[in-house]
């Protein structure tokens, strides 16, 4: 069974920092795309960054160029996203999700990702 579990979410000003992380279990790393994704008060789901399937690059929303970083620890199971110059328009709740074999920028879309954690809730303060 594949499981999803994010932390890390809190109320930050605007212009502070925040990591949050995604554990993960119950599939085979190598063959799945991972990613992160939000939803805002009153806005659609969307992709914020996302590691595809096979080599695992990196691909992110023009939104978060530059201040936010995908990254993972295989070792202890867990996704990260650091978040730096974080601003209002940022606040919503972040998602951890993954699909086998997602190829490229696809893995930003959160319509081609049937695996999804609880969520976690990130508030930037004006």
């Known amino acids: 069974e594949v499981l999803l579990e994010e932390s890390g979410g809190r109320l930050v000003q605007a212009g502070e920092s925040l990591r949050i992380s995604c554990i993960f279990s119950?599939?085979?790393?190598?063959?799945?795309?991972i990613g992160w994704f939000r939803q805002g008060p009153g806005k659609e789901r969307e992709g914020v960054s996302c590691m595809s399937y096979p080599a695992h690059d990196k691909y992110y929303a023009d939104s978060v160029k530059g201040r936010f970083t995908i990254s993972i620890d295989k070792t202890i199971n867990t996704l990260y996203l650091q978040m730096d110059n974080l601003k209002p328009e940022d606040t919503g709740v972040y998602y951890c999700?993954?699909?086998?074999?997602?190829?490229?920028?696809?893995?930003?879309?959160?319509?081609?990702?049937?695996?999804w954690g609880q969520g976690t809730q990130v508030t930037v303060a004006a």
């Open positions: 999700a993954l699909e086998r074999q997602l190829w490229g920028q696809h893995c930003l879309s959160p319509y081609s990702h049937s695996h």
């Open positions: 119950g599939f085979i790393f190598e063959d799945y795309a």
